[in-house]
């Protein structure tokens, strides 16, 4: 018996020597992977990068990047590249390849990754800012601001619209997001007696990162994560508050400015009035549309255009209209230019009405 005991203490010596060991080994992986997760926080802690990660990441959950729009939606084959705008997945792979491989399997929205990818280069640089070929082969190059242009772009050249004629329809024209061609001053149609020359405002050559230097805003002036930052908002839409005090910054620009519908010039929409610089362009965009809606080459109640052949102008009109609706900037972007292009439209529309002989017997432009 007494054996017996002797034996099981020896035993439960040893398991707890084994017990003691594994222990151990339990302890010290747990430390090293500690020590791994330190690296982590270096960029992803609380304090990381004087707390920049986590502003950007309080900006961008207020963006449109954010929301996912069109992502499921836009993730089809069969050669179509929406994918490559709305999904990070598309954009990655075209950035690389030049191609997208829709439908992914999985998508997700424009995020951090998309843009930066500092677990492959070991920082925050953005994954290019090469200069962008527009689609009218115009090179957009201001910094930072050509991996906007990569996206923000029209996907429709106005040079191939076609002479005498030209069909639209209501998935007919440039697409959204043309900021790009009218902040460098092309790709609208441009007529080629133009009544108004087509000229550009000086935002294409005062900034240096082209969308980023007004987009990302001043982070000590503006208001909050909803404006300004990686959220790219220029309006907080529910309060009011906006980026406008960048555009009174410096002597050259717009010194009294207290928003972006700062005073005009000029009476550019001729209703008597010298009104703020985007109440004059929305103006002269009425007019615009008004005229196109009366020739029955937009649908009254969607403002998409009907779906048929027209003249060369005529389209050149149509397409003047959405390109500038698309914009969204109502005429901040680029004002002079963006004048220019209503204007002349407005001038061909007046000269050949829908109906005329003249819009069928060759290039009226």
Request: charged share 15%; with cysteine.
């Amino acid at each position: 018996m007494r054996v017996l005991r002797v034996l099981s203490i020896i035993a439960l010596i040893a398991m707890l020597a084994v017990i003691a060991g594994c222990e151990r080994k339990v302890v010290n992986q747990v430390s090293n992977d500690n020590q791994q997760l330190t690296g982590c926080f270096a960029c992803h802690g609380e304090e990381s990068f004087g707390g920049a990660i986590l502003e950007a990441q309080g900006e961008w959950q207020n963006s449109v990047h954010a929301s996912g729009t069109n992502i499921d939606y836009t993730n089809r084959g069969g050669g179509n590249d929406c994918t490559r705008c709305h999904s990070q997945q598309g954009f990655i792979e075209f950035l690389n390849t030049g191609a997208v491989s829709a439908p992914y399997s999985t998508v997700s929205a424009i995020h951090c990754f998309t843009c930066h990818a500092p677990h492959t280069n070991g920082n925050l640089n953005l994954r290019t800012e090469a200069p962008f070929a527009l689609l009218n082969a115009t090179v957009f190059d201001h910094g930072a601001g050509n991996l906007c242009a990569n996206c923000h772009h029209s996907r429709m050249s106005a040079a191939s619209i076609a002479s005498p004629t030209d069909s639209i329809s209501t998935r007919w024209g440039p697409h959204h997001g043309p900021q790009g061609d009218l902040f460098e001053g092309t790709n609208g149609y441009q007529y080629s007696s133009p009544t108004v020359a087509y000229e550009s405002s000086p935002h294409r050559t005062l900034f240096a990162d082209g969308c980023i230097d007004c987009h990302k805003g001043n982070p000590l002036t503006h208001d909050g994560y909803k404006i300004g930052g990686h959220s790219f908002n220029m309006v907080d839409e529910a309060t009011g508050s906006d980026l406008s005090a960048g555009c009174a910054r410096a002597s050259d620009c717009h010194p009294s400015a207290k928003s972006y519908n700062f005073k005009a010039k000029a009476d550019y929409d001729g209703d008597g009035t010298i009104s703020g610089v985007q109440t004059e362009f929305l103006g002269l965009l009425d007019t615009l549309k008004t005229l196109l809606i009366a020739d029955g080459y937009l649908d009254s109640a969607s403002s998409l255009p009907t779906n048929k052949r027209v003249a060369t102008g005529a389209a050149g009109a149509v397409y003047n209209f959405l390109i500038l609706e698309d914009d969204r900037s109502e005429g901040v972007h680029n004002f002079k230019y963006e004048v220019a292009l209503i204007k002349n439209s407005i001038v061909y529309l007046k000269a050949h009405p829908a109906g005329s002989s003249a819009l069928v017997a060759g290039r009226q432009d």
